[in-house]
Structure formats: C-alpha cells, structure tokens
C-alpha cells in the first residue's frame, strides 16, 4: 500500500462521540486526501491538504475536520460522529495536484 | 456539473476473452484520466493514466483509449484471468492549480469466470 497506514482499521462508536482518525505515509508525498466510500455514491473526497498546515474542503467536508501538523501525518475528525457517517473511510496520497493517487487499506467506521 | 458514468452491470466474462470497460463523462475536458483497481475490503490500486492528447495507452495485458470527442474511456483487459476479477474505478482530474480533485465513477464489477 504505498508507505500507508491508516489507524484504526476497524472502530465502533456511539452517536455523539469524537472520532480521529489517523493518515500516516511513509512516502513524502506533498498531497493528501480523505475520500469516503459508499454504496451507490462511489468515492467522495472529504478534505484534502497540500502541505503541513494547508488543507481545504472537499465535497462532503461537514461534519469532519481535519489536520496535518507534519508531512507524513494526516488526521481526520469526525466532531460528533452520526449514523450517517458510517462507511470506510480511505486516505491517499499524491507527488503532485490531481495526480496518481496512493490508498491506504481503509478504516471501517460504524456509528451506533 | 460533472459527471462519470461506468458500466452499472457487472460484467461477466469467460477467461481467455477480452473485457472492456466503459468510462463516460460530461461536461467536464479532463486533462487526463485513470483507471484503478480495487478489490474488496482494499483501497483502490492505480493502474494507468491516460492523457488527453494520447489515444491509446498499454501496459501489459492492459489497453485504455481516450477520446475526447465522445468524452468516453475505453479499458481493455485482455486473455483475461480469474485473477483480473475486481472493481475498477475511472477517475477525472478537474478545477485547477491546488483545487485541482479527482473525480470517481462508481466503478464496474468485472468477474472472470474459469
């Protein structure tokens, strides 16, 4: 998976909970995004950043924020998670802009 | 405002035949186009990119056309194999500079039959 991880893998939390989720690439890439996937909706990207400290909306950004405090770190925050965010959540990461794409392994997230 | 349409069947194939996947889209002039991989329960694994000024481009067993007048991709796997079963997914770039995105079709379900 391209120097990616993602933590947790698999979580299960109650309505109202904060949930952070963590984006780790071993790969220097400048670019990195959040997609959710979800049947009958494909891949939407959540945020993205373009460097530490430099993030923006995606499509689908309410109810999540995120950060990136160093390179290779990329967290994504859901502030009081709700059913409707249950869905696997993938970061991927990019040399440049809009370009090839890396995925990590995904974490599936079920909000009771 | 943009849209990717992909095959909505599942496509099933005999091995050894050649699957083709379609990739639709509108009002968009993309500079290029992907087309990734995903199995289940794994991210999406790119495969190959195809710009707007190339009409066709191969690698391996692999074969994606692009033509920008129909606004459509070809992807082309041929002798193909059990283990070519999976999802693949197209995507488009669009917006420029750092609000440059991709964009995804839903993808199409490809299962090779032995």
């Known amino acids: 998976d391209a120097g990616i991880t993602q933590s947790p893998r698999h979580k299960v939390t109650e309505t109202g909970t904060p949930v952070t989720l963590r984006c780790h690439q071993t790969e220097n890439h400048r670019y990195m995004y959040w997609y959710r996937q979800d049947p009958g909706h494909g891949l939407r990207l959540i945020h993205y950043?373009?460097?530490?400290?430099?993030?923006d909306k995606g499509e689908v950004s309410d109810g999540y924020s995120v950060s990136r405090s160093k390179t290779e770190d990329f967290l994504l925050t859901l502030e009081s998670a709700t059913s409707s965010q249950t869905s696997v959540y993938f970061c991927a990461i990019s040399d440049r802009v809009a370009d090839t794409q890396y995925f990590g392994p995904g974490t599936r997230l079920t909000v009771l | 405002s943009q849209k990717i349409e992909q095959n909505s069947e599942a496509l099933n194939i005999q091995e050894g035949k050649t699957a083709t996947l379609t990739c639709n889209y509108t009002n968009y002039s993309p500079a290029y186009l992907q087309w990734y991989r995903q199995d289940p329960g794994r991210g999406p694994v790119f495969l190959l990119l195809?710009?707007?000024n190339e009409k066709e481009k191969r690698k391996e067993r692999l074969k994606v056309t692009f033509d920008t007048t129909l606004k459509q991709s070809l992807f082309h796997i041929t002798a193909s194999q059990p283990a070519d079963s999976a999802t693949y997914l197209c995507?488009?770039?669009?917006?420029?500079?750092?609000?440059?995105?991709?964009?995804w079709g839903l993808g199409t379900s490809l299962a090779v039959n032995p």
């Open positions: 950043s373009y460097g530490v400290k430099d993030t």
């Open positions: 995507a488009l770039d669009r917006g420029g500079g750092n609000n440059r995105k991709l964009i």
């Open positions: 195809i710009r707007e």
